[in-house]
Antibody, heavy 120, light 112 residues
Framework: QVQLQESGPGLVKPSETLSLTCTVS????????WSWIRQPPGRGLEWIGY???????NYNPSLKSRVTMSVDTSKNQFSLKLSSVTAADTAVYYC??????????????WGQGTLVTVSS | DIVMTQSPDSLAVSLGERATINCKSS????????????LAWYQQKPRQPPKVLIY???TRESGVPDRFSGSGSETDFTLTISSLQAEDVAVYYC?????????FGQGTRLEI
């Protein structure tokens, strides 16, 4: 049973860069697509983008100019950086897995989520 | 982007009764090459991550009670809970993974 755990600062100042890491345990990070999804307090879900263990990425165009994802297969981790944050980026950030790669899939495993607040 | 619209926004159903949630996509999510609808349903309880219930529009995830079922094709989909239990109180989301960016419905809050 794969488990995902997000980690990173819970408070980021406006205009700075949000940085989060997702650690995958109980399974390999290889041969899957790994996504970041966020949820502002009391609101719905927004897909940020995904990364494959090969390093290939696909970002939501609405955030593409500010998003960078990376993967470290030796640590079974992948990361998110979101630059120039504003209060609108305050949200619970989830990491999640698509269970296969031959075609797009649903998200079958999710982390517990981490709340990131953007405030001075 | 494919826009996913759920109805209703909120729903109150008596215990043991049927609950029905609808989801409409702005474009088809049926892939002609494999005849699959790229549509999933999730359940989210307070302070928890979403949990997948249904994928490919009608395939129940392992371990999900069989009172949950999904139906529909192309642009119109339904999640049905045949006999509502107290533990089914949650917000339910549909999601399309037919094309990038993946998008979710706005959510339907289900109450007793």
């Amino acid at each position: 049973q794969v488990q995902l755990q997000e980690s990173g600062p819970g408070l980021v100042k406006p205009s700075e860069t949000l940085s989060l890491t997702c650690t995958v345990s109980g399974g390999s990070i290889r041969n899957y697509f790994w996504s970041w999804i966020r949820q502002p307090p009391g609101r719905g879900l927004e897909w940020i983008g995904y990364i494959h263990n090969s390093g290939s990425t696909n970002y939501n165009p609405s955030l593409k100019s500010r998003v960078t994802m990376s993967v470290d297969t030796s640590k079974n981790q992948f990361s998110l950086k979101l630059s120039s944050v504003t209060a609108a980026d305050t949200a619970v950030y989830y990491c999640a897995r698509e269970p296969a790669t031959e075609t797009p899939h649903h998200f079958d495993s999710w982390g517990q989520g981490t709340l990131v607040t953007v405030s001075s | 982007d494919i826009v996913m619209t759920q109805s209703p926004d909120s729903l109150a159903v008596s215990l043991g009764e049927r609950a029905t949630i609808n989801c409409k996509s702005s474009q088809t999510v049926l892939h002609n090459s494999n005849n699959k609808n790229y549509l999933a349903w999730y359940q989210q309880k307070p302070r928890q991550p979403p949990k997948v219930l249904i994928y490919w529009a009608s395939t129940r995830e392992s371990g999900v009670p069989d009172r949950f079922s999904g139906s529909g094709s192309e642009t119109d989909f339904t999640l049905t809970i045949s006999s509502l239990q107290a533990e089914d109180v949650a917000v339910y989301y549909c999601q399309q993974y037919f094309s990038s960016p993946y998008t979710f419905g706005q959510g339907t809050r289900l109450e007793i």
